[in-house]
């Protein structure tokens, strides 16, 4: 892998500009150039006379099949098309925080300000500002020996965001020069390593091929909560920093409304937030939602920790399966840097359908559902670049890796979702029936699951409570023995069910519609701190416990049914941060002395 | 709507023709998507589209089909250009055909500008996030799945169904409270009957909505491959109309899966890899060039609101076709064959129903602070009074007790009282939201736990 990526960018410092091919064959977003020998796959290419942006994915004697990144309308065989020497690379230094992306990291403001409203083609914008001076503080010493991943000083990016600017992939050497702090471009050179007898400058900002990952030291097993304030998530199945997990759900099920939840409220220092194929008015909801909405650990409007990249559904298909990749990438930049990144991908599938299309387009031998052989490849691929590492530079940081996936007529055992879950650690599978009936989030909590279960359980231990895991399973064991007498009821009516399980739907209910629910609408409700989900759940087992205690002592289901508490239960999530404590206290105490009085007669 | 090209070279060499497309070799300088014009042997003269360019040779879809085509006679004349389509406020009260000639007896358009039909993808840091809510009239859409402007909200119907009904009322009753702007109706019809076409035209007739509507018709009898073309068409139309002309434009496409079935008729004809069911694999990507066409812009006046119809086939909703639409829309109304069989009139049910806009379009200042939460209330009564009427299918009625027999009751009543309305009812969001209420008061008070407090103190009746 580092070996490829050294190639890549040795690569790129020695450009073969210039060169030029014709096109022979247009249909739709592939394109066929001929006399161009000597292209290298995943080149990219200018095509036609305006230059659209493509890359080389086919390469056959001088013929060189393309997928351009743009509308291909009016484009004619004849026209020229001429390779660039490069891979398909992002450009990585400050400034990219706070922005916005199409699938090739072009700056969607900067695309508005040249073509207005509607996205023409043909534009050719830079992804950084290279005229602005941003303060470098310097944080070696001439004479220092440095070598990959160590920082050279830092940059504040954003309020909230340190930008480290550090020694490139594949240099090493000492110091022979480094600039003062003071403002300085991108571009401004801020160092010279001196190794051996060559000598390179540094600036602030690299390049580096989106279909690569960076290099990293080592792989770590993730451990540690990635808090996303969802009940369900965080305290039923739990996903781990630099962990993996899928959201697939058919369309209407909250695949997106969960994803905008994670970008808002989980616990990384930067989110990476990848609109590939959907919606333009979900972007754009975030573009104006973010600036507003404060994150509570910092205090900063969210957009301060935020990139998000949008290759919407109307926007050219290749560029759509690009956008993960420069996603991902952007993302191990900043896990280099040292942080927790979470990357959300929304829609995995529309990229999977790209890679269709354009396999489709090239005549391959289709596999199932016409997708391409080497889909679960691509997958596995795109996952593995998740993780917690152990970074150059003595650094640890983290991706985690959020993909919704939307099965075509909702149906689980399509190619996609499938592959996805043989890759995944963490699988919240969303349910067209809850989403009929209002349960939101419509995670369905019998076919979900979390592999990190027992590694977060210490963190849950050392930060919340160390009967998380036994409260935890109790409560699930109660929610699938609610399903089994379901089942029941459905064949001879409730009536019929013994006493303690009649109570046992009792209880499980609140535990559905009072935990497990969660308004991503409700100024409150919104996000649920660990500490007061622990509560929630702890307070609605005892209610369970209690009442079956009471049971034996012959205190009637109805008269649990009507117990006052299960409407105080039922307002709980609502309980502001700063009152819960206390309020859940009253309520605690309020339902033991209704017990207390039940079971007195 | 193409421009002269007598000059342009005619070339004969056709050497395939099957379906609805043709091969022409022997060419150049032809480009992907360019306009072709075909001379039959008979003399008449039809438009096709490149599918395809190589150095020498193109594929060319014929939009009025390829009957009577020969690979002797036939000649071929490229124009230079994409397809386009003229524009200017003149539109208003025209209609057109498939290809965008009118056909209405009136003088031809001169026009502002000839745009592009398949338009630009409006950049996602121009639009404007919908928020104004659209007072429909109807209770189940404005209470529950609440349209707002430059939302795409598709009805989900089947054969014999009276989407259209509805569909209409939403085009007479649709107002912006509180706001007197220039509104326009774009209208496609795509393989609907002339008898289904002739309903809306009369209807807009009836309430002098035709002279502020654009009518594109291809009929049930029309070329089917130009239904590949005319909603592209016509939101061209609609894109001049708001964008820049500053209106207010309501967008009805009809049938959605009338284009579908041209697409895949077109997509087997080239012996593509077919995707699901047949459909080609590009469809998800093809339906959002036409459905993320709806929308608001940062800074502009107007607004392009989408509602596409389309009928399901076998009233199943996991087919394609709605599949691959509520992938990309905005939500989706629902209409039950069951409600329809019911007499329940118009038969929308929530089951399934949505609009993904809603939350920033109600509330307090925009319709009312109860909104929400009672529409929420509603949604889940409605589902577990369904529910039950399965379980008493099994067990019987007095198998229930008495709390869940007051949400079978809640459910009959909200269909009879909720869902149904007339044909000409134009109901205020007070009086829906006031319904609710009184609905709501059915169901024990105690279980009203999706609503506020607040909100119950203050509305609940008595
Ligand atoms: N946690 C939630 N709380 C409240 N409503 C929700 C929640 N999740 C989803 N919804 C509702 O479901 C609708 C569809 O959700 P969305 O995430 O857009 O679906 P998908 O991306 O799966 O198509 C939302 O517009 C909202 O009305
Ligand atoms: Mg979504």
Not at chain 1, 514 to 531: G, I, M, R, S
Not at chain 2, 231 to 259: C, H, K, W
Request: hydrophobic share 35%; with cysteine.
């Amino acid at each position: 892998m580092i070996n490829e990526a050294e190639e890549s960018i040795k690569k790129i410092s020695k450009p073969k500009k210039g060169e030029e091919g014709n096109i022979i064959k247009v249909a739709g977003p592939v394109v066929q150039a001929e006399n161009l020998r000597g292209a290298e796959m995943y080149e990219v290419v200018h095509v036609g006379e305006e230059g659209l942006i493509g890359e080389v994915i086919e390469l056959e004697e001088d013929v060189a099949t393309i997928q351009v990144y743009e509308e291909t309308g009016g484009v004619k065989p004849g026209e020229k098309v001429v390779r660039t020497g490069e891979p398909l690379s992002v450009e990585l230094g400050p400034g990219l925080i706070t922005e916005i992306y199409d699938g090739i990291q072009r700056p969607l403001d900067m695309i508005k300000d040249e073509t207005g409203d509607f996205i023409k083609r043909g534009v050719d914008v830079s992804p950084l500002e290279h005229e602005k001076k941003w303060e470098f503080k310097p944080s070696v010493d001439k004479g220092d020996d440095v070598s990959t991943g160590d920082i050279l000083g830092t940059v504040q990016e954003t309020n909230v965001v340190e930008h480290k600017v550090m020694i490139p992939p594949d240099k090493e050497g000492t110091v022979k020069e480094i600039v003062d702090q003071g403002e300085y471009t991108i571009d401004d050179t801020i160092a010279v390593i001196e190794d051996d007898d060559k000598e390179f400058e540094i600036t602030m900002v690299q390049r580096w091929p989106v279909r690569i990952g960076r290099p990293i030291a080592d792989k770590k097993a993730p451990g540690e909560l990635l808090i996303t304030g969802q009940r369900v998530l965080d305290t039923f199945f739990p996903l781990a920093k630099g962990g993996t997990a899928a959201i697939p759900g058919g369309f209407g099920t909250g695949k997106t409304v969960i994803q905008h939840q994670l970008a808002k409220w989980s616990d990384a220092d930067i989110v990476v937030y990848v609109g590939c194929g959907e919606r333009g008015n979900e972007m754009t909801e975030v573009l104006r939602d973010f600036p507003e909405l404060e994150d509570p650990r910092t205090g900063e409007p969210l957009m301060k920790r935020t990139i998000l990249i949008a290759n919407t559904s109307n926007m050219p298909v290749a560029a759509r399966e690009a956008s993960v990749y420069s996603g991902i990438t952007l993302a191990e930049y900043y896990r280099d840097m040292g942080y927790n990144v979470a990357l959300m991908a929304d829609s995995t599938s529309r990229w999977a359908e790209a890679l269709r299309e354009i396999s489709g387009r090239l005549e391959e031998m289709p596999g199932e559902e016409g997708y391409p052989a080497y889909l679960a490849s691509e997958l596995a691929a795109f996952y593995e670049r998740a993780g917690i590492c152990e970074l150059h530079g003595g650094r640890e940081g983290s991706v985690s890796v959020i993909g919704a996936v939307s099965p075509s007529g909702g149906d689980f055992s399509e190619p996609v979702t499938q592959n996805t879950l043989r890759i995944v650690q963490v699988f919240w599978a969303l349910d067209t029936e809850l989403r009929n009936k209002r349960h939101f989030p419509a995670i369905n909590w019998l076919k979900s699951y979390s592999l990190y279960l027992d590694q977060v359980a210490e963190w849950w231990g050392d930060n919340v409570n160390e009967n998380w895991h036994t409260l935890r399973r109790e409560g699930m064991k109660l929610l699938e023995k609610e399903d089994e007498l379901q089942e029941i009821v459905q064949l001879v009516g409730p009536d019929a069910l013994p006493r303690s399980d009649q109570f046992a739907l009792q209880a499980a209910r609140v535990l559905r519609e009072d935990f497990l629910q969660q308004n991503a609408f409700h100024d409150v409700d919104t996000y649920c701190e660990p500490e007061k989900q622990f509560r929630m759940l702890q307070i609605m087992m005892e209610f369970h416990d209690r009442g079956m205690k009471a049971l034996e002592e012959d205190v009637k289901v109805d008269d649990l049914a009507d117990m006052e508490v299960l409407e105080k239960l039922s307002r709980m999530s609502n309980v502001p941060s700063d009152k819960w404590e206390e309020k859940y206290g009253d309520i605690e105490m309020h339902m033991n002395k209704e017990f207390d009085e039940l079971m007195e007669g | 709507m193409v421009e002269d090209i007598s000059k342009r070279t005619e070339y004969r060499n056709v050497v395939e023709v099957s379906g609805p497309l043709m091969v022409v070799e022997g060419i150049s300088d032809v480009a992907y998507n360019e306009i072709a014009k075909i001379k039959l042997p008979s003399g008449e003269e039809r438009l096709g589209q490149v599918l395809e360019a190589r150095s020498n040779r193109a594929i060319i879809q014929v939009f009025a089909g390829t009957r009577g085509l020969d690979t002797d006679q036939t000649s071929v004349q490229f124009t230079g250009e994409v397809m386009k389509f003229g524009v200017s406020r003149e539109l208003l009260g025209r209609v057109f055909n498939g290809i965008g000639e009118p056909i209405d007896d009136s003088p031809d358009i001169i026009p502002e500008e000839r745009r592009d039909i398949n338009g630009d993808p409006i950049n996602p840091s121009a639009r404007e996030f919908p928020r104004e809510f659209i007072q429909t009239g109807l209770s189940t859409i404005d209470g529950m799945f609440t349209l707002v402007r430059g939302q795409k909200l598709p009805m989900f119907s089947a054969s014999g169904l009276p989407h259209n009904n509805v569909a209409a009322q939403i085009a007479r009753q649709a107002k912006v409270l509180g706001e007197e702007e220039e509104f326009a109706v774009v209208f496609c019809a795509m393989g609907i009957t002339s008898e289904e076409a002739n309903f809306f035209i009369n209807d807009f007739e009836r309430t002098g909505a035709l002279e502020r509507a654009v009518l594109f018709l291809n009929l049930a009898d029309d070329p089917a491959i130009e239904r590949t073309i005319i909603p592209r068409l016509a939101l061209t139309a609609a894109e001049y109309l708001a964008f820049d002309e500053g209106m207010q434009v309501l967008v009805i496409l009809s049938d959605m899966t009338n284009y579908c079935e041209a697409l895949r008729e077109i997509a087997a004809a080239r012996e593509e890899v077919p995707g699901r069911r047949g459909y080609p694999g590009y469809l998800y990507t093809d339906l959002a060039s036409i459905y993320e066409r709806a929308g608001r812009i940062l800074n502009r006046e107007g607004s392009i609101t989408m509602i596409p119809i389309l009928t399901m086939p076998d009233d199943d909703i996991t087919h394609p076709i709605p599949d691959l639409t509520g992938y990309i829309t905005e939500g989706q109304i629902v209409f039950s064959r069951e409600l329809h069989r019911k007499g329940i009139r118009p038969p929308i049910t929530p089951d399934g129903s949505l609009s993904r806009l809603m939350q920033q379009g109600i509330g307090e200042e925009r319709t009312r602070e109860d909104h929400s939460d009672v529409s929420n209330q509603l949604y889940a009564a409605y589902a577990e009074g369904n529910e039950l009427r399965d379980l008493v299918a099994v067990v019987g009625e007095e198998a229930l007790s008495e709390r869940d027999r007051t949400y079978l009751k809640f459910a009959e009543e909200f269909e009879e009282r909720f869902i149904a309305q007339g044909g000409d009812e134009d109901r205020s969001i007070d009086e829906t939201l006031d319904l609710a209420w009184e609905l709501l008061t059915i169901i024990p008070k105690r279980d009203l736990k999706r609503i506020d407090e607040r909100f119950i103190d203050k509305y609940y009746p008595g």
